[in-house]
């Protein structure tokens, strides 16, 4: 696999495609970064962008993992003593789910983000931008009903901790698409490049196959999930057995979210799937590509309920390292 396709493998989006292929004409030593926000456990959402990190590092690049403290204060996720230590958390479980450590920079946001200059820079920033831009590009990812200041401040510092940190390529899921639009608006203002972005495709909630994943509604795979609750989520999964589920189901859109974690979370990191089956079932089959295992449940040579018990074995090996760490 040639750098530009294993930067750009399971995106749903980057921006520019130009600026991409630039930087994957010479990957050595560019530098990435995703911010999130320290809270509550990591789950499987963390680990999308997690995985093009790591497909990043395989390419060539740096990377820089921002523990976005002051962020999740703004965005009301607790008090900053609590916020600070869940970081101390996050960094641990990101190593033991297979970030290199001797190539990734953790830094939290407060280490820069309330220094002089960049308050200043942020100030500008807060001229040149209206409350419904910024307000706007929170849409999906701020907390709470109503919109608060600090919800305002939040996408501009975003914007800015790109150049603070120096990186080339901000990555994030499609939420974030709106803060990455934004900044490359409001950077040129204050002389600042307009930056490169990366998005990871959003995955529908594991229960229903509707909305998309997350921590805060529906059912997700956390870091500090057992293999029976593992077992327990993938069996209650929506896996309709044809690829492409009727779409028009109660006038909205579904997804097949067992294809999708199989998509993005376990073909990018083991290079053959085994879907183990007793000899009377036709035994063992064998992946080397996701096409092959979604054309095999399609056409019926794979039973749902087999391709979730390899489905609930492989994320339970991805998950086990981050499991211990956090039981220590
Ligand atoms: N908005 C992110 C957190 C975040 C991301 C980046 I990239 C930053 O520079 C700062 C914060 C979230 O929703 O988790």
Request: net charge negative; proline share 5%; aromatic share 6%.
């Amino acid at each position: 696999m040639d750098a530009h396709e294993r930067i750009t493998r399971n995106t749903a989006e980057v921006v520019t495609e130009e600026e991409i292929e630039t930087l994957a004409d010479d990957p050595d030593g560019k530098r990435a970064y995703v911010g999130y926000e320290p809270s509550g456990v990591l789950h499987i959402g963390h680990m999308l962008t997690a995985n093009k990190l790591i497909d990043l590092q395989e390419a060539g690049f740096e990377v820089t993992v921002l523990l976005a403290d002051v962020h999740a204060y703004l965005n009301d996720k607790g008090s900053f003593a609590e916020i600070r230590s869940t970081a101390e958390r996050m960094r641990d479980q990101f190593i033991a789910y297979g970030l290199d450590e001797s190539n990734t920079q953790f830094v939290l946001g407060s280490d820069f983000q309330l220094d002089e200059d960049y308050t200043l820079d942020l100030h500008a920033l807060e001229l040149e931008t209206t409350l419904a831009r910024a307000e706007r590009a929170m849409s999906e990812i701020k907390s709470g009903d109503s919109v608060k200041v600090s919800q305002a401040v939040y996408p501009l510092m975003q914007a800015l901790d790109i150049p603070y940190l120096g990186v080339d390529l901000a990555v994030g899921g499609m939420e974030q698409r709106k803060v990455h639009m934004l900044a490359r608006d409001v950077l040129p203002s204050i002389d600042r490049e307009p930056p490169t972005s990366l998005h990871t495709p959003l995955i529908a909630d594991l229960g229903t196959g509707r909305g998309k994943m997350s921590s805060s509604t529906g059912v997700t795979i956390s870091m500090e999930d057992s293999r029976e609750a593992i077992e327990t989520k993938v069996n209650d999964a929506y896996c309709p057995p044809t690829a492409d589920p009727d779409p028009t189901e109660e006038g909205v859109e579904r997804e097949n979210p067992v294809l999708q974690v199989f998509e993005y979370h376990v073909f990018p990191r083991f290079e053959t799937v085994v879907v183990e089956r007793p000899d009377e079932y036709g035994g063992d089959l064998e992946y080397e590509a996701y096409e092959t295992l979604e054309a095999d449940l399609e056409s019926g040579e794979l039973h749902p309920e087999d391709a979730k018990g390899a489905l609930a074995a492989y994320l339970d090996r991805l998950i086990a390292p981050g499991r211990e760490q956090l039981a220590e």
